[in-house]
């Protein structure tokens, strides 16, 4: 096979590629009829990403397919591709692809990324695959605005009620989709439909005859898309935090969502006898926080990374904003009760820490191709008869992108017309993991996709809220290991069902001590 061919000639290849092929060159034997793929290697690997993974261990290069496969006089796209050698040679024929998130990520370009996959239980027996999805930081076309990015920052530092947040953020986002289609860059080819098509191609520019697909959060979505248009290439699937295609998790059921992820956190508490114990009011506490910051939000200057330093208004929403983002880890879900606690005790502390290193924006904030999450999300879930949707009044109606409806709605964008992703009837072998407290892709999403798995398993991560297997190395890693080693065999899965609930924190001082 080709790709195997790439393993063991690494040297040879790179001499060739040095003098044929320029790093980010683009130049290739012709391309026969307008809407072929092909992979472009590129060694040594050209990404500055790359830099703490050890050299022969990575196969690098570019994706080139058709930006539009209905009109290939549209042009091109170019995404990265980095292959990360399995650590035992020779490897399994099948490699594991990851599939992220966002959408819009952009994988190929964090080192952190490359270094934990290289370090991953997956890479062990089989070589792995990132990509960056097209459209995004690294990819040609860009789908960036840099005045997105900027304001964005901007607009979570000052000083705004939830509906001024959305109005400025909807101001800008909207721009930016303006800017992009006057660019020539068209509306409807940045799509989980057209990424799934563009992993199709890149299997087979590759030579593989099958590959197993490791997605999460909206990455599941195009992962089920790849099942159904190649679905002889698909070995066996591992979905983590599933996006159900019938699923409007970014506009319509976000503020619902949300607000049942929160209440878990609540239930979890006063049922535990410590945090009971500790927290016994947690409910009011939290209230009683988020009123106060209506009425008169914090002034808290938080780390903007290296000796910058930002003032930074905290409103109610913000406060709120930043246990949605504690509830991607399992380590931050299991502080939430002793934030809301300080913060109801006037201390400030904990809050300013955790704004400073959990929430991403503005401290965090990273430059990125936002565009390309503007333009997916748009063109993959907006339907105008979906919106507004059901009111949830307990937190407000808060919710992290409760301005989406409105960005695509804006009138000359033309979103509300495209088909929607289908729901997946397949026999692929995957596993599906749920985190109890997912409260953007709920429980509920993994268990519509469910029905239509003829051999698919579900497993409930109890400590876990969104993104399971961002825990490298928790039983729920080792299950989907197992898995992917033997996909036709029994599972077992006796380490999820003797999983604690989590384990709450009930010291600030534990979280900021050095």
């Given at each position: 096979?080709?790709?195997?061919?790439?393993?063991?000639?690494?040297?040879?290849?790179?001499?060739?590629?040095?003098?044929?092929?320029?790093?980010?060159?683009?130049?290739?034997?012709?391309?026969?009829?307008?809407?072929?793929?092909?992979?472009?290697p590129?060694?040594p690997?050209?990404?500055?990403?790359?830099?703490?993974?050890?050299?022969?261990?990575?196969?690098?290069?570019?994706?080139?397919?058709?930006?539009?496969?209905?009109?290939?006089?549209?042009?091109?796209?170019?995404?990265?591709?980095?292959?990360?050698?399995?650590?035992?040679?020779?490897?399994?024929?099948?490699?594991v692809?990851?599939?992220?998130?966002?959408?819009?990520?952009?994988?190929?370009?964090?080192?952190?990324?490359?270094?934990?996959?290289?370090?991953?239980?997956?890479?062990e027996?089989?070589?792995?695959?990132?990509f960056?999805?097209?459209?995004?930081?690294?990819?040609?076309?860009e789908?960036?605005?840099?005045?997105?990015?900027?304001?964005r920052q901007?607009?979570?530092?000052?000083?705004?009620?939830?509906?001024?947040?959305?109005?400025?953020?909807?101001?800008?986002?909207?721009?930016?989709?303006?800017?992009?289609?006057?660019?020539?860059?068209p509306?409807?080819?940045?799509?989980?439909?057209?990424?799934?098509?563009?992993?199709?191609?890149?299997?087979?520019?590759?030579?593989?005859?099958?590959?197993?697909?490791?997605?999460?959060?909206?990455?599941?979505?195009?992962?089920?898309e790849?099942?159904?248009?190649d679905?002889?290439?698909?070995r066996?699937?591992?979905?983590?935090?599933?996006?159900?295609?019938?699923?409007?998790?970014?506009?319509?059921?976000?503020?619902?969502?949300?607000?049942?992820?929160?209440?878990?956190?609540?239930?979890?508490?006063?049922?535990?006898?410590?945090?009971?114990?500790?927290?016994?009011?947690l409910?009011?506490?939290?209230?009683?926080?988020?009123?106060?910051?209506?009425?008169?939000?914090?002034?808290?200057?938080?780390?903007?990374?290296?000796?910058?330093?930002?003032?930074?208004?905290?409103?109610?929403?913000?406060?709120?904003?930043?246990?949605?983002?504690?509830?991607?880890?399992a380590?931050?879900?299991?502080?939430i009760?002793?934030?809301?606690?300080?913060?109801?005790?006037?201390?400030?502390?904990?809050?300013?820490?955790?704004?400073?290193?959990?929430?991403?924006?503005?401290?965090?904030?990273?430059?990125?191709a936002?565009?390309?999450?503007?333009?997916?999300?748009?063109?993959?879930?907006?339907?105008?008869?979906?919106?507004?949707?059901?009111?949830?009044?307990?937190?407000?109606?808060?919710?992290?992108?409760?301005?989406?409806?409105?960005?695509?709605?804006?009138?000359g964008?033309?979103?509300?017309?495209?088909?929607?992703?289908?729901?997946?009837?397949?026999?692929?072998?995957?596993?599906?993991?749920?985190?109890?407290?997912?409260?953007?892709?709920?429980?509920?999403?993994?268990s519509?996709v469910?029905?239509?798995?003829?051999?698919?398993?579900?497993?409930?991560?109890?400590?876990?809220?969104?993104?399971?297997?961002?825990?490298?190395?928790?039983?729920?890693?080792?299950?989907?290991?197992?898995?992917?080693?033997?996909?036709e065999?029994?599972l077992?899965?006796?380490?999820?069902?003797?999983?604690?609930?989590?384990?709450?924190?009930?010291?600030a001082g534990?979280?900021?001590?050095?």
């Amino acid at each position: 096979m080709r790709f195997a061919r790439y393993r063991n000639q690494v040297p040879f290849i790179g001499l060739c590629l040095a003098i044929l092929w320029p790093i980010g060159s683009t130049a290739a034997t012709p391309i026969v009829g307008g809407e072929v793929s092909r992979f472009i290697p590129i060694q040594p690997c050209p990404f500055p990403s790359s830099g703490n993974v050890a050299p022969e261990r990575l196969h690098c290069g570019y994706l080139e397919a058709p930006m539009d496969r209905q009109h290939p006089e549209a042009g091109k796209v170019r995404l990265p591709v980095a292959i990360i050698r399995s650590r035992i040679i020779p490897s399994q024929p099948d490699p594991v692809v990851f599939i992220a998130g966002g959408p819009g990520a952009a994988p190929v370009a964090s080192a952190r990324t490359l270094e934990k996959f290289a370090a991953h239980r997956f890479g062990e027996n089989r070589d792995i695959i990132l990509f960056s999805q097209r459209g995004s930081l690294g990819t040609t076309p860009e789908l960036r605005c840099d005045r997105l990015r900027d304001q964005r920052q901007l607009v979570y530092l000052e000083d705004h009620d939830l509906k001024q947040r959305d109005r400025a953020i909807r101001r800008v986002a909207t721009d930016c989709l303006r800017q992009l289609r006057n660019q020539g860059l068209p509306p409807g080819v940045w799509s989980s439909a057209a990424i799934a098509r563009d992993l199709r191609d890149l299997r087979q520019s590759l030579g593989l005859s099958s590959w197993n697909l490791l997605a999460v959060s909206y990455g599941t979505l195009i992962a089920q898309e790849v099942a159904r248009v190649d679905a002889k290439g698909v070995r066996s699937m591992v979905l983590d935090s599933l996006v159900s295609p019938e699923s409007d998790l970014f506009m319509s059921e976000a503020a619902e969502n949300f607000s049942a992820g929160i209440e878990r956190v609540l239930q979890a508490c006063a049922k535990d006898t410590t945090c009971q114990a500790r927290f016994p009011q947690l409910r009011d506490s939290l209230d009683r926080v988020l009123e106060r910051l209506r009425e008169h939000p914090l002034k808290l200057v938080i780390d903007g990374g290296g000796d910058t330093a930002l003032d930074m208004v905290v409103n109610w929403h913000d406060f709120l904003g930043l246990t949605h983002w504690m509830l991607y880890s399992a380590t931050t879900l299991d502080w939430i009760p002793v934030l809301i606690d300080e913060t109801d005790q006037g201390r400030f502390g904990l809050l300013q820490h955790l704004l400073s290193r959990v929430f991403p924006a503005p401290a965090l904030a990273e430059d990125a191709a936002a565009g390309a999450f503007f333009a997916v999300v748009c063109r993959d879930q907006y339907r105008p008869a979906l919106l507004p949707g059901a009111e949830d009044d307990h937190f407000g109606g808060y919710a992290l992108t409760s301005f989406m409806g409105s960005v695509c709605a804006a009138p000359g964008l033309d979103y509300g017309d495209f088909p929607l992703v289908a729901p997946l009837v397949s026999d692929v072998p995957t596993l599906l993991l749920s985190g109890n407290f997912d409260l953007i892709t709920p429980p509920r999403y993994a268990s519509r996709v469910l029905e239509g798995l003829s051999r698919g398993v579900l497993a409930q991560v109890p400590n876990y809220g969104h993104s399971t297997l961002s825990g490298y190395t928790a039983c729920q890693t080792d299950v989907a290991a197992a898995f992917f080693n033997h996909p036709e065999s029994p599972l077992d899965m006796t380490c999820l069902e003797a999983l604690p609930p989590p384990q709450f924190t009930t010291d600030a001082g534990v979280i900021l001590a050095p």
